[in-house]
């Protein structure tokens, strides 16, 4: 069993004052495999300070000296993709295609950010004004479970871009992927001071990061309701908040697609991530009078999907995080037969063999109607609901019937119309026709599924206070 009983402040692992500790699980097995001390508000307030003094120096860095930094830090990252993909497999329940690609994705933000500082205007001039973009300073990052290693670098990138230091707190849940990827970076020998990690809870790191009035900023994926309570929390020190919260991604599949090939692909958009993914496309809506033939495909598409062990080559699909969010899965699946959905595959209990880890069944409805909890609220599951609509115009009505606006899916077999379509969706992200995520390009929701914007160049203007200057040509 693993014990991990330092965090990273100021270019050096020190013991957290923090004495609570976290025990971390196996979800394929249930079995304890580490534990974690937790740091506390002390802590917290010591990495600050370490951030606040590297702060003075950095911010005062070019371009090609953050880049060279961004660099280092990719490199290192890749150079740990064996201990890194294990610690994603046995601490999260990443199938370890999944992994590999989490690693992989997380070294690259790094160039990825590295690319967009090279581009990016710092100094524009307006009339008879210069205009300037300046670091915004200290920025709170608190990141999740269920991707964090891409959550920690995608924010970590574009604040160093940016010329801000960072204080870190990540989910305790995640212990042994942080303590790996910070290894790394400790290992590309980033200047003290400009990255801070401080293991520990919401309630005491994360209020204190919150609160805090040398914090400048918070960046924060997460639910909903935390984001809520964040940005409550920011208030009385006008920190500025980028939150990426939840949501409740429709599926849009037009009547003029080849359903055979569009189908299997958006039955897969719910399977993101073990199903437990903030864009899951988990409300599939179809044209009413095809029904049934959506019915019998994704049937089979779910009924394909590989449930097993991570370690296995062949598993596409391992399990739920932790006993917890386990029994709220579970907990929807019954409310979805109780409020009347059509089970059409899956159902609440482990695939059968699967009784040892916290592993669901990949799970389909149908004959779902809008007013049902199934379609209303995020499960963080392989659950989907599938709705019926009459016209186009009620798909449109039903995908922004929802209080989220993450990401969004079109499936058409005329480009023209899927594009027209995508205008009309109140969503941060529309992918048409099963086409990835952009990662060059800005992310980030509508309505309460967040504020602001994270990647590339739109990430890194959120870390920046913006300075007119006038005057700066003339003299006495």
Same mark, same amino acid.
């Given at each position: 069993?693993?014990?991990i009983?330092?965090i990273?402040i100021?270019?050096e692992f020190?013991?957290?004052q923090?004495?609570d500790e976290?025990?971390l699980i196996?979800?394929?097995t249930?079995?304890v495999?580490?534990?974690? $001390?937790?740091?506390? +508000?002390?802590?917290t307030?010591t990495a600050?300070?370490a951030?606040?003094m ?9 371009i090609? +000296? ?6 280092r830090l ?8 064996d201990?890194?993909v294990?610690a ?10 999944m992994a590999?690609?989490?690693v992989?994705?997380a ?5 990825d950010?590295k690319e967009?500082l090279?581009?990016? +205007?710092?100094v ?9 973009k ?14 964090s290693?891409?959550?920690i ?12 230091t960072?204080?870190?707190?990540p ?6 992927q942080?303590?790996?990827i910070v290894?790394?970076f400790?290992?590309a020998?980033v200047p003290?001071? $400009?990255?801070? $990690?401080?293991?520990?809870l919401?309630?005491?790191v994360?209020?204190?990061?919150t609160?805090?009035q ?11 309701r935390?984001?809520k309570e964040?940005r409550?929390?920011?208030?009385d020190?006008?920190k500025?908040?980028?939150?990426? &919260?939840?949501g409740?991604?429709?599926i849009i ?10 189908i299997p ?6 399977l993101?991530?073990?199903g437990?993914a903030?864009?899951a ?5 179809v044209?009413e009078?095809?029904?049934?033939e ?15 062990m991570?370690s ?9 995080v932790?006993?917890k ?5 579970q907990?929807y699946i019954q409310?979805?037969?109780? /409020?009347g959905?059509? &089970?059409?595959t ?10 040892g880890?916290?592993?669901v069944k990949?799970? !389909?409805?149908a ?13 963080f599951g392989?659950?989907?609901a599938? !709705?019926?609509?009459?016209?186009? +115009?009620?798909?449109?009505e039903?995908?922004?019937n929802?209080?989220y606006?993450?990401?969004a899916y $079109?499936?058409s ?5 899927a ?10 992200t529309? &992918?048409i026709?099963g086409?990835?995520? /952009? &990662?060059?390009a800005?992310f980030?929701?509508y ?10 160049e739109?990430g890194?203007e959120e870390?920046l206070?913006?300075k ?9």
């Open positions: 069993m693993r014990t009983n330092r990273f100021n270019g020190v013991q957290p923090g004495k976290q025990i196996n979800p394929s249930k079995e495999i580490g534990k974690v $001390i937790l740091g506390n +508000e002390e802590d307030r600050i300070a951030a606040k590297a702060f003075k120096t950095f911010s005062q860095t070019t090609a +000296e953050r880049g060279e930094i961004l660099q990719h490199d290192s990252v890749l150079a740990r993709m201990t890194l294990e994603n497999i046995n601490e999260y329940g990443a199938p370890r295609k590999i690609g989490r992989k994705l070294a690259n933000i790094f160039l950010a967009a090279e581009n990016f +205007e710092f524009r001039y307006m009339a008879s004004a210069k205009v300037v300046e670091p915004i300073g200290v920025i709170g990052i608190i990141t999740p479970w269920n991707a290693y891409s959550q670098t995608t924010k970590l990138a574009v604040a160093i871009a940016a010329g801000c960072v204080v870190i707190k989910s305790e849940l995640s212990a042994i942080t303590d790996e290894e790394a400790h290992q020998g003290k001071g $400009i990255i801070n $990690i401080v293991n520990g919401g309630n005491t994360g209020v204190e990061l609160r805090h040398d914090v400048a900023m918070i960046n924060f994926t997460g639910s909903t935390v984001g964040i409550r929390g920011a208030v020190t006008m500025r908040v980028t939150l990426e &919260l939840g409740k991604s429709p599949v037009l009547d003029d697609v080849d359903f055979e090939k569009a692909v958006a039955v897969n958009q719910v993101t991530n073990n437990q903030c864009i496309g988990s409300r599939l809506l044209p009078h095809r029904l049934e959506v019915k019998r495909i994704a049937k089979r598409t779910m009924e394909a999907v590989k449930v097993g991570p296995d080559e062949a598993t596409t699909l391992g399990p739920i932790t006993k969010q386990y029994k709220n899965v907990h409310i979805g037969i109780e /409020e959905a059509d &089970l059409i899956g159902g609440v209990g482990h695939p059968e063999g699967l009784e880890g916290y592993f990949p799970t !389909l409805f004959n779902v109607t809008e007013d049902m909890t199934i379609a209303k609220e995020e499960i392989p659950v989907q599938i !709705l019926t609509y009459k016209t186009e +115009e009620e798909a449109i039903m995908a922004n929802t209080p606006g993450l990401a $079109i499936h077999g005329n480009l023209e119309k594009n027209n379509l995508a205008r009309k969706i109140n969503s941060g529309v &992918l026709n086409a990835f995520h /952009e &990662l060059k800005p980030g929701g309505k309460e599924s967040g504020i602001g914007r994270e990647y590339g739109y890194i870390c206070e913006t007119t200057i006038t005057g700066y040509q003339k003299t006495y």
